[in-house]
């Protein structure tokens, strides 16, 4: 018996339980184990059950070698086909066995942990100071720029006035 793993449904937020399925190998091993297990289990010697395995292997090779399709209850199908070859159907389980969870995202805003931006590495607290929107500083030039555009205006305007229609440039009729 296998487990594939579990999956993760970030968009719904929850992980879907990992399915056990059963795959059928064609390798012998050594069933000393099992039978140590199961006559524990059942309370029995281990020739008994030995003796009772036996005869559950050679019921199952005779159903197999005549074709039948072999249920086992609560497990799934054993069938052989034509060419020798075996194949299990494995049976699926409740899908009350196989919910899946809620998963929701915790953030602690206040932990700091390593992160690696590029090929650095810093913290999540240095890189929220480095993006952090700057506090705009006001451009006071464009409002100096006109304090002194209008200061040389009113200079000229008053250059013009004290001059009263002369120039500097040249002779000049006063009327």
């Known amino acids: 018996m296998l487990h594939s793993g579990a999956e993760a449904d970030f968009t719904n937020k929850s992980i ?6 059963i795959q059928f190998t064609n390798i012998e091993t050594d069933a000393d184990g099992l039978l140590n297990y199961i006559a524990a ?4 010697s281990k020739s008994e059950v030995t003796e009772a395995f036996d005869k559950f292997c050679s019921t199952l090779k005779n159903d197999m070698a005549t074709g039948k399709n072999v249920s086992l209850d609560h497990i799934g199908n054993l069938s052989v086909d034509a060419g020798g070859k075996f194949s ?3 049976e699926e389980l409740p899908s009350a066995f196989l ?3 809620i998963a929701e995202r915790v953030v602690h805003p206040e932990a700091e942990h390593q992160i690696l931006v590029g090929d650095k590495e810093t913290t999540n607290t240095l890189m929220t100071e480095l993006l952090a929107p700057k506090s705009e500083i006001k451009e006071k030039w464009l409002i100096w720029a006109i304090v002194l555009g209008v200061l040389g205006l009113a200079m000229l305007v008053i250059y013009i006035f004290l001059l009263n229609g002369t120039t500097s440039f040249g002779n000049a009729i006063k009327i």
């Open 41 to 44: 289990a059942v309370d029995k």
């Open 99 to 101: 919910q899946p969870v």
């Open 88 to 90: 299990f159907k494995p």
């Open 16 to 21: 879907a339980s990992p399915k056990p399925f």
